[in-house]
């Protein structure tokens, strides 16, 4: 397959956007934004490494690299607009399947009226996907991870642990079970992730809210909100929510999987008291569930640490690998 073949194939005829100026088949893409800010991420997908044949597909391989990316746009209070594609495929690789991955990103792209505008192809061992992903955010609107005050409300959307409950069905069950009714929207849940766009843009009336998006498990984001502000989160695991789904799993992996498991592209977020009520006010507009979870506080606990209730008993939640100890920290302890 040659590059031109491929730019071709995955060129889009019409764009959406309004302000983009040039897209694919320039040097560079220009675009014009008048008022806002522009927010920027990248994430990488490595075949073998963040997905197998097995566990996506080609399709949904692209709407879930594209997802991740959205997420964190989301997660800034941003609107996403534009996408970029780097790609890295074996010489025997077929041109279905990459177009196949490209119709997975567009499917979701054009949910948001975004607009692919450029990217670059490499041929190489291992097949890799890098997406740049640009939005936008009114001034005076990102939500960044370092606002988090005392006494704020954190709070969680939708259920979690439910993406990394799904990939072990995909890993360790029969394919004929995939579409069974009790298996099935775990599997979507890692497939095909909702990233929380409209959540996070009705949030723009408030002043200050604190988001981040759950990519690795809200041990982590809660810990890197908390760092990030200089406060203290106590939450209690008796409220976080999980899917009826889920529960057909053993305890101690429920347990794991809704603080470390990741994935789930919810957004974990911050907000003072007298706004929650709205916060849950939009969620119920969106039919999107919002659970309190916790507070931040500096009476019970050096800033920056994050710590869970459990069974009435206070423990330390670590950044990586809960008390039980993830399986992130296992890794890394094999590292060492
Ligand atoms: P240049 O050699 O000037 O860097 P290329 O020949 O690599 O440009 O690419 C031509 C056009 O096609 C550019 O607009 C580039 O952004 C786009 N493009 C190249 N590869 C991809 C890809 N894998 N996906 C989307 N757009 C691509
Ligand atoms: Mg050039």
Partial sequence: MDEFTLINKVKQTTYRQP????????????????????????DTFVEGVHFTKNTLQA?????????????????????????????????????????????GMKHLASKYNMDLIGGDTVQG?????????????????????????????????????????GLDLLLNSKKTEWESPSYKELIRRHRLPTPRVHFAQQLQRLQRVTLNDVSDGIGNELNEIATASKVCIEIDDATIP??????????????????????????????????FPFVVQVGKEQNLRITAIGEVTNKVCDLGEVYTIKYGKKERLQPLGYVHRGKKNEKNNKND
């Avoid at 694919?24 to 927010?39: N, S, T």
């Avoid at 746009?73 to 607009?81: E, H, Q, T």
């Fill in 19 to 42: 302000g983009l100026i040039k897209g694919i088949g320039d040097d560079a893409a220009v675009f014009r934004e008048q008022h806002e800010k522009i927010v920027t991420a990248v």
């Fill in 59 to 103: 399709w949904h391989l692209g709407y879930r690299l594209l997802a991740a990316n959205i997420s964190d746009v989301a997660a800034m209070g941003a609107f996403p607009k534009y996408y970029l594609v780097s790609i890295v495929f074996p010489e025997d690789e077929s041109l279905f399947r990459i177009h196949d991955i490209y119709k």
């Fill in 125 to 165: 061992k291992q097949l890799s996907l890098s997406l740049t992903i640009i939005g936008t955010v009114p001034i005076g609107k990102a939500r960044y991870r370092h606002t988090a005050k005392q006494g704020d409300v954190v709070f969680v959307t939708g259920t979690l642990g439910d993406a990394r409950a």
């Fill in 242 to 275: 999980l899917s009826e789904e889920i529960n057909q799993f053993p305890l101690h992996q429920r347990d794991e999987w809704k603080y470390f498991g990741g994935e789930d592209f919810e957004l974990v977020g911050t907000v003072a008291e007298q706004d």
